[in-house]
């Protein structure tokens, strides 16, 4: 398992130009002002281990240490991360959003997924990330799939001294953690369940060879180093898409889904985000929120 370092370093690459979707394992970042989001390692993961990213710009130093998704279909006997993409584009919208693209996660010809990922520079030291994970049933039957986010969010320039605790929102599930004069709330829209652990608590349960489900646990976590996961439990009509929203704010309130580029929970992806690209089925989408 790897240790974690006090803080991670601010620089960052600037964002991969080009209009053209990039080949797959580039690693890159998207960019709104200040504010940048961005892949830093490869999408390989391990026991124990997942997709490092930087969220700078938006605090001091960096307040994001590993950002990624898992998900499991039924009768899977364990979670899966998503693996390195088929297709990356980090320029959509003038480069505050990026793109990632899934032909066949599982392999088994069941689904092809796509992961937006928006920033918004809010003022001075301030800034919102978006995420939105879209399953489209490629397969001949109904689909029923259960999806995860997990986040380790480090702020204060540390990974130490953090604090969690379950904020009530209509809209899903948030959790706000607070190190010092620094905030973070982060949500999960229309979620099933959370969870709040200790760093690689949770993950480590995504990464075993067990089927896991989050247990609404660690509501008043802290101060240490704190991770959150969020599932949604679903099932998905053949042809058919449905869209898993995230929100993290850095020292900011969460803004309104609808201001976002990218679409509410529940709608597919929008077609400037080359939706289309996918084939038939994702012309077969719904176009409503749940």
């Not at 709104?32 to 391990?46: H, I, K, L, M, P």
């Not at 109904?142 to 969690?164: K, Q, R, V």
Request: hydrophobic share 40%; glycine share 12%.
């Amino acid at each position: 398992m790897r240790s974690k370092p006090e803080w991670k370093a601010l620089a960052m690459a600037t964002v991969l130009a080009a209009s053209c979707p990039l080949s797959a394992a580039a690693i890159g970042t998207v960019t709104d002002g200040d504010v940048t989001f961005g892949y830093t390692n490869d999408f390989n993961t391990s026991r124990g281990n997942t997709v490092d990213t930087d969220f700078i710009g938006a605090a001091p130093g960096d307040q994001t240490w590993e950002s990624w998704w898992f998900f499991r279909v039924a009768g899977d006997r364990s979670e899966t991360a998503f693996g390195t993409p088929d297709i990356e584009n980090y320029s959509l919208f003038g480069g505050t959003v990026g793109r990632l693209d899934w032909n066949d996660p599982g392999g088994a010809g069941l689904f092809s997924a796509a992961l937006a990922f928006e920033v918004r520079d809010t003022g001075v030291d301030q800034g919102l990330l978006f995420q939105q994970l879209t399953i489209v049933n490629t397969g001949p039957a109904p689909l029923t799939i259960d999806l995860f986010h997990y986040s380790d969010l480090d702020l204060a320039t540390s990974f130490g001294g953090d604090s969690a605790s379950v904020i009530p929102n209509p809209d899903g599930l948030e959790v706000s953690i607070t190190d010092g004069t620094n905030f973070a709330p982060i949500i999960g829209y229309d979620a099933t369940a959370y969870q709040i652990s200790a760093y690689n608590g949770v993950l480590r349960d995504l990464t075993d060879n067990n089927r896991d489900d989050l247990d609404n646990s660690g509501d008043g976590f802290g101060p240490g180093d704190v991770t959150v996961a969020f599932q949604w439990s679903a099932t998905i009509g053949v042809g058919e898409s449905l869209g898993f929203l995230t929100q993290f704010g850095s020292d900011t309130p969460l803004a309104p889904p609808s201001t976002s580029l990218v679409p509410e929970p529940g709608t597919a992806l929008l077609m400037g985000l080359g939706l289309g690209m996918l084939g038939a089925a994702r012309r077969a989408a719904r176009s409503g929120s749940a």
